[in-house]
DNA sequence: GCCGTTTTCGGCCCGACTGTTTTCAGTCG
């Protein structure tokens, strides 16, 4: 069973906990959903952690839970969840993935018209809404009752509640909110907020957080923004719509007085808040999106913050840059005042994957820039060096005699290069060489030895199980000349998951020889993936962060891998080209 | 059911919004 499914099935037990009696268990509830997301946020496999007998570290797993997983891990499945989930309809638990369900909606429809087959129950509910049976139930009307349909019907166009768009198409999309929200007077400043403003490679909703003091001004205005579907909800506070690319926008809006407060709370995650509260509270504090208030007083006055600055400080500790705000140890960090320096993006000096169009005759695909607009695109970004890595010619193209003439060609014309750009930018001729199924190179040394370096990376036979990728990949990586591993995970963004490699033997690796791990800025991959980068940072991996061009203009996306790594706790000193031009020389010719 | 720099017992994060209600239940983040 994978991490989600088992979260997913504590979260089904935390529901029909919810039915059977909310009073009566209300903190078993809360147990059972955040051991269920603890689970689902965890990145090593559950069942790993099992074999290691380390299932109690998780935060929110504790004896009872515990022993109910090893349980499920030597049987298949647990005598106790069975016991309780069968006192629940199953359509029930169908109907828990469509939003605007919860436990009580759901239970109650489902039992109210006899529903049995979880297969159908939303197809059966279509219909007797469209019979107008719903509206006509205690506790519902007309206006739920055409909701619910409307649920339905997204849920049905696939907006589940986990449907998620890459990190910088929504990037891109709140931009665009947000300047047009500065259209308007009334608002004084506004941010992107929740896993959007910590950076995630994914992203469910967007929100963004406005400061004003009229608020009503700026929700209507946002309410009337020009490519919206329809508006979800609007409040005096907050507005939720839909943008005619069919993605949710939630708006809040506070005053410029208390926004740092807002801004905290929304940015999240939900256990860095609930962490945070807990410091709170254990100084006295009760802590809200308002502000911060006297426990044992519930009528004392709040304390608003402009800044959250002002809020972290208040309760002694450090601000926190959002992409570390997972409770993954930087609040105890931040109360020493030790949190890392993060990498930004104005730390990079070069970028190391950059497909031009000379003509190399690759078996994949080249750029569409010449190495010139390429250059002249790295000094814009203040770079002090790049590197090209166009993928090596086809070698079924290719004999190795021309493979190496074209390679000398190519080494030449970087000779020119070089000497055009004389003190100005450093270039390094390297390349982008395919790690074959059976561990070899696709260039031969004497190929090889027309580059400083090259990149090395997996295009083909992705099924491989996990020790021969791994054997596989060690093997292309010890090659003298392979100094580093490209998008090494392979995964590309809702649409496959990537092959799977011993991560702890690569990385050791990587750090006896001397072989640097890429993340990769390109959208769908953002790929070394962030979980891992802070696992290689602990053993002292050396980073790079590239773009992946195939145009100039795609040099721009480096910001997102730099959040990546950001993500995974990396500092300058992880990430090789961040280091002067003298130092990163030596590092390739180690 | 989990958890511990005031606790191994007795707490458990906080609030907005909507719809169906005359004061609240359900859902969401």
Redesign the pocket.
Known sequence: MTNSEIAKLLSSVASAYAIID?KKHR??I???Q??SDAIEHESKELKELYKERRL?EL????????SHLEELFTTGKVA?FDQVLDKIPSPVFTLLDV????????YKLVTEFNLKNPETVIKDLVEIANKNKI?TL????????S?ILQSFKEYGLGKT?TARMVLPYANDLATKIIDYLYASKDVKAASTL?SLRRKKSTVG?I?IAAASKNPKAVLDHFASYPHTDRVI??????ASIITSSNKQI?LMVEDPEGFGALLQH?TGS?EH??RL??IA??K?Y?????GIKK?SDPNSKIKLFKTEEELYKFLGMQWIPPEMRENAGEIELALKNNLPRLIELKDIKGDFHLHSSYPVEPSHDMGINTMDDMIKKALSLNYKYLGFSEHNPSISKHTEQQTASVLEKRNKYITQLREKYKNIIHIFSLMETDILPNGNLALKDKSLKFLDATIVSVHSSFNMNRNDMTKRVLKGLSHPKAKILAHPTGRLINKRPGYELNWDEIFDFCAKNNKAIEINSWPQRLDLPDSLVRLATQKAVKLFINTDSHASTQMDLMEYGVSVARRGWATKDDILNSFEYNTLKSWFEK
Not at 59 to 66: A, R
Not at 138 to 145: A, D, L, V
Not at 233 to 238: A, C, F, P, S
Request: glycine fraction near 14%; hydrophobic fraction near 25%; aromatic fraction near 10%.
């Open positions: 909310d903190f078993q809360l147990a059972y955040k051991a109690e935060p929110g797993i504790g004896s009872s839970i515990k106790h939003p605007g369900f919860g436990p009580k909606k759901a509206a205690q506790g519902f009307g007309e206006k739920s009752q909701d509640k929740g909703d929100d909800e609007k409040g005096t506070r907050t939630d929304f939900k808040n609930v509260r807990e509270l254990s006295g009760s802590l809200s999106d308002y426990k």
